[in-house]
């Protein structure tokens, strides 16, 4: 596949795992959660590069360890985000060279995704415009009605649950953050932008254990869930440099 790169989305500002704690920098398996991450781009061969975005006070740092101590040798650059992940996502796709024809985008809180996860994705949104990761809602799922009363019930067969990667056509997706920025549409993820023009987008079958790292407890379940099935999981940075919970290798 021809001029693929990414987007990797780290400008959260990790509320929810408590006061002062940075989620990318914490340790899943003894490695950090956004190295993980970037490690699974960087074994993704169509994957030309990637472009991290990061909270504007962690640009530097992050790409000192992204560079130095993670070995990342697919990096374009690290560029601030914005107020808001949309807008973080929008600085991203800016910061791109201008051959992209396709773009992933990916949380860097979610460490456990895969290279073929990725490869599937892109290669959907190569042939259809627009691919997401995906899987089928197990429980069943209640809309919420005045004072927290169940309105009613949804059809669980045809409800699925966004994840990222995502993947476009680049100039579809920049068009789509641009209606988006013209007409004051907000949306909690990329495909959601899409959809608000028109377009399909294709849902490709994801994985349960590709979760997101938001509060302390998903980080056990990840921590669980590498336990399980270690092989999955595997990440090399640099053989007998253990890493510390600051992100820093340590020798």
Known sequence: MDNLFAVIVAAGRSLRMGQGINKQLLPLGGIPVLARSLQVFERAVPV??????????????????????????????????????????????????????VVLVHDGARPLVYTGLVERVAE??????????????KDTVKQAGPDEFAARTLPRDSLWLAQTPQAFHYALLVEAHQRAREEKITATDDASLVEAMGRPVKLVPGSYRNIKITTPEDLAVAEALLRCSPENGSVQIKSGSPVSGDGSLTH
Do not use: H
């Not at 990637?50 to 790409?63: C, K, P, Q, S, T």
């Not at 697919?74 to 914005?82: D, E, M, N, T």
């Not at 959907?124 to 809602?137: D, E, K, L, S, Y």
């Open 124 to 137: 959907a949104a190569a042939r259809w415009g627009a691919a997401i990761a995906a899987v089928p809602v």
């Open 48 to 101: 030309k590069g990637y472009v991290l975005v990061a909270g504007r006070d962690d640009v530097e740092r992050f790409n000192n360890m992204a560079r130095q101590q993670w070995f990342c040798r697919k990096l374009l650059s690290v560029v601030a985000g914005g107020g808001s992940r949309q807008e973080s996502v929008f600085n991203g796709l800016l910061a791109l060279p201008r051959e992209t024809a």
